[in-house]
């Protein structure tokens, strides 16, 4: 009775936090910024990783709340910590751009994020990625060509530009301007004006 009791107790809290969720994108939706943060707070606090994600995205851009970067890599920890995609992705990021350089124990958990994100299937993750394995001090750049390959079948036409530099220039993969032309083209289609100029030229 006891167990039963512990699971009915741990389902209202889960609904609750599901319902205070959806309250929160909805007020965002309708302007109502302050309400929506609040209602993503009182959800992130009871251990809902979407809403901790949501909480993040708050303090990021200041919507119903200050911009604060440290509290936003916090709820995107906390998030990412249970494995919500977008966080590990939005987290890794905060990790790398707004954190010093230097710091290798940093560097290499953003890039396991990143990583777990990526085979998640977030678009954004594997793009920067590909881009990162081929801009690095030392390039891995059969990796990157991996992580751009992906994001472009998942549609990103910057990512498609991206694989063919690789097959024009023979970045970890054998050149071939035929192919490199097609991905061109087709990232060109998608609105890529680095894709329309290398066309031209």
Request: charged share 25%.
């Amino acid at each position: 009775l006891e167990e039963a009791a512990f699971q009915l107790q741990q389902i209202f809290r889960i609904d609750i936090s599901i319902a205070l969720n959806i309250l929160g994108i909805e007020s965002m939706r309708a302007g109502h910024y302050r309400i929506g943060y609040t209602c993503f707070k009182l959800a992130a606090d009871r251990g809902y990783s979407k809403a901790q994600f949501n909480v993040g995205l708050c303090y990021e851009h200041g919507r119903g709340t200050e911009k604060d970067l440290e509290k936003a890599a916090f709820y995107y920890l906390s998030a990412a910590s249970s494995c919500h995609p977008m966080a590990q992705y939005r987290y890794a990021r905060c990790l790398l751009c707004h954190r010093p350089e230097n710091e290798w124990d940093r560097h290499e958990k953003a890039v396991t994020f990143l990583e777990q994100a990526a085979t998640a299937g977030v678009t954004e993750a594997q793009a920067y990625l590909g881009v990162f394995y081929m801009r690095g001090l030392q390039p891995k750049e059969k990796k990157g060509l991996k992580y751009l390959l992906l994001a472009a079948k998942n549609g990103d036409a910057q990512s498609r530009y991206h694989v063919g530099v690789c097959y024009e220039k023979g970045l970890g993969v054998q050149q071939n301007l035929a192919e490199a032309m097609k991905h061109y083209r087709q990232s060109a289609a998608a609105g890529s004006k680095d894709a329309q100029e290398r066309l031209r030229v």
